[in-house]
C-alpha cells in the first residue's frame, strides 16, 4: 500500500530564513504528487504539483525517485506562509490522494 | 464560480444518533471525494464517485458509514449510530478528471462533534 509520511509536526523559523518541509512516500509504481496548504480559516488548496514543475509563492518542489523523497522548499520564509502544509500521492490510474499527516509551518517576525 | 459547498458547517449530536452531511460540489465536476480530517490521523480518504457510482469505497471506517450522489451532482455523507471517535471535520472534495486536471477542490468541511 502506499503511503505518504511528513516527519516534522511543526516547523518554526524565523521570516527570511529558509524553509524545507520533508516528504518522503513509499509506493512501487508511478505517482504523482502534491503539495495541498491550508491558511488559517481558511479551506484546503493545492499549492503546487510535481508535474507542473512550477514555482508557486515562491515555494518549489522536486521529485526525487532514488530518494521517494518530494520535499518543499523556500529559500526566504515569510509571515504569511505560516499554514498546515500537507504532502499528498496519487497513485497510477487512479484519482484519490493519500496524505501525509500535515506539517504545520510557523514563521516568526 | 461557486466553489464546493458543505452543510451544516458545525454539527453536534448525541452518541448513537445518526446525521447526515451534505456536498455541493462545482457545477460539471463529475468526481466527487469524502476525506475525514481528525486531530493524530490527518487526513484520511472516505469514499470516491464518479458520476453517482462509487468506484473506491475502500476508505469508509465501518458499515457505519455510508454515501450516496445523486443527479452527478450532490453527495449525502450518512453516519449512523454516531461513537466519540467519529468526532473530525469531514472534507468533500470535487474535480473534473475529463479536462486531464486532477486538481481536488475541497469545502470549508462540517465539523462533527459526538457528545
Known amino acids: 500500500a502506499q503511503r505518504v509520511t511528513q516527519p516534522e509536526k511543526l516547523l518554526s523559523v524565523f521570516k527570511g530564513a529558509p524553509v524545507e518541509l520533508k516528504c518522503n512516500y513509499s509506493y512501487s509504481g508511478s505517482p504523482e504528487l502534491f503539495w495541498y496548504v491550508q491558511y488559517s480559516r481558511q479551506r484546503l488548496q493545492l499549492l503546487l504539483r510535481h508535474i507542473s514543475r512550477e514555482s508557486i509563492k515562491g515555494f518549489t518542489a522536486d521529485l526525487n525517485k532514488g530518494e521517494t523523497s518530494f520535499h518543499l522548499k523556500k529559500p526566504f520564509a515569510q509571515e504569511e506562509d505560516s499554514a498546515m502544509y500537507y504532502c499528498a500521492l496519487v497513485r497510477s490510474g487512479y484519482s484519490t490522494l493519500t496524505f501525509g499527516k500535515g506539517t504545520m509551518l510557523l514563521v516568526s517576525p | 464560480g461557486a466553489g464546493v459547498s458543505q452543510s451544516p458547517s458545525n454539527k453536534v449530536t448525541e452518541k448513537g444518533k445518526d446525521v447526515e452531511l451534505r456536498c455541493d460540489p462545482i457545477?460539471?465536476?463529475?468526481?466527487l471525494y469524502w476525506y475525514r480530517q481528525s486531530l493524530g490521523q490527518g487526513l484520511e480518504f472516505l469514499i470516491y464517485?464518479?458520476?453517482?457510482?462509487?468506484?473506491?469505497k475502500s476508505g469508509l471506517p465501518s458499515d457505519r458509514f455510508s454515501a450516496e450522489r445523486t443527479g452527478g451532482s450532490v453527495s449525502t455523507l450518512t453516519i449512523q449510530r454516531t461513537q466519540q471517535e467519529d468526532s473530525a471535520v469531514y472534507l468533500c472534495?470535487?474535480?473534473?478528471?475529463?479536462?486531464?486536471?486532477?486538481?481536488?477542490?475541497f469545502g470549508p468541511g462540517t465539523r462533527l462533534t459526538v457528545t
Open positions: 472534495a470535487s474535480s473534473s478528471p475529463g479536462t486531464g486536471s486532477y486538481e481536488q477542490y
Open positions: 457545477s460539471g465536476h463529475t468526481a
Open positions: 464517485f464518479q458520476g453517482n457510482s462509487a468506484p473506491d
